[in-house]
């Protein structure tokens, strides 16, 4: 793995949401490559918040608990940190349908919470926003690059949308030095398991390891491309090095696409039980689903000088081993 340089040895470094299933991850690198990281996060459990995710790393960084739209909690935080890598938000696609509101909260509130903190007390820091390709809504064409429309099928996509436009914008007006990597279908060790509301691949592998059928929606030929944690690990620390990526909408992806049948039926494989079952569509994920859709990830090639590595093979079977030995930390809620 890169050192990056050296670039952030004895860096301090801030992570919102770093007890969560990516931010964990970057902040196990960061703490190897010589940061000093500090994590900010609610540890709300529904949101995939852990302390199991950063155990190995609690003598090595420092923890605040709170919450991000604590506006002078996070005006103090900001304060002196070069880099804030921002991953607090609300992922959930059917629970921002449920309850819009806390999703408003969490992905547009809070988004402007800290950008003022940063804004009034340290204009000098980079921020890196974690985005989602899931704001493009239903493709027009495919692969999917940044200038495809943006048309979300969900309060979920709205308020994400919502969210990177502030850090844009406060980059073109306020000159802060932020951008936004939508990401797409990160997989890997830390995920939250305890429910399927955040995503279909780690939901699948509890299933399998569960000894349970994979629920396919139609055929299961749908497209996805996934990246692996390490792989968008590593794209947010290029992206907090690199004065080019300011201003920018940056979009991830995967070795290449995969259906999603394709996707379960390696699961099965590589867990060695579990099934698939093929089912009609259910009327409220039929009304917000996208279809085929996977990301051309260009721009993150040519202006942070990133691909993905690893693929869904290799990716799973790390997954996998890592949840087979610490189940009882993830398994916390009986399977839907």
């Known amino acids: 793995m890169s050192d990056f340089g050296g670039f952030y040895a004895g860096l301090p470094v801030m992570i919102t949401g770093g007890c969560g299933f990516i931010g964990s991850n970057l902040a196990s690198r960061l703490v190897s490559l010589g940061a000093r990281v500090l994590i900010v996060d609610v540890l ?23 919450d991000v ?29 449920t309850d819009p509101v806390t999703d408003l909260e969490i992905n547009c509130r809070a988004q402007l919470t800290l950008l003022e903190a940063c804004r009034r007390e340290n204009p000098s820091i980079a921020i890196v926003h974690a985005s989602t390709r899931q704001i493009y809504g239903r493709p027009r064409y495919l692969p ?22 502030y850090h844009l914008l406060y980059s073109s007006v306020h000159g802060l030095r932020t951008c936004a990597l939508r990401l797409t279908n990160t997989f890997g060790p830390r995920m939250l398991m305890s429910h399927g509301r955040q995503g279909f691949l780690p939901w699948f592998v509890r299933r399998a390891m569960d000894g349970l059928p994979i629920t396919l929606y139609g055929d299961g030929e749908q497209l996805r491309d996934v990246t692996y944690v390490d792989d968008a690990v590593d794209a947010f620390l290029l992206a907090g090095r690199n004065p080019a990526a300011n201003g920018l909408a940056i979009n991830l992806g995967g070795v290449r696409p995969y259906s999603l049948r ?57 997954m996998i081993a890592f949840y087979r030995l610490h189940r ?9």
């Open 144 to 165: 999917l690059d940044e200038t495809h429309g943006t048309v979300p099928t969900d309060v979920n996509g709205i308020n994400k949308l919502a969210g990177e436009q």
């Open 69 to 97: 739209r604590t506006e002078w909690t996070i005006r103090y935080l900001v304060r002196d940190q070069a880099v804030l890598f921002n991953l607090a938000g609300q992922v959930s696609h059917l629970d921002s349908m």
């Open 44 to 66: 709300a459990p529904e949101y995939g918040g852990n302390l199991f995710n950063i155990s190995h790393l609690r003598d090595r960084l420092t923890l605040n608990i709170a």
């Open 262 to 318: 394709a996707i379960a039926e390696t699961i099965v494989r590589l867990v060695g039980q579990g099934s698939l079952v093929t089912v009609p569509w259910p009327d409220e994920r039929r009304a917000i689903d996208i279809g085929s859709v996977y990301s051309d990830h260009r721009r993150a090639r040519e202006v942070l000088g990133w691909d993905p590595t690893i693929d869904l093979e290799e990716g799973l079977a790390r």
């Open 328 to 336: 009882d930390r993830y398994w916390t809620a009986a399977p839907e």
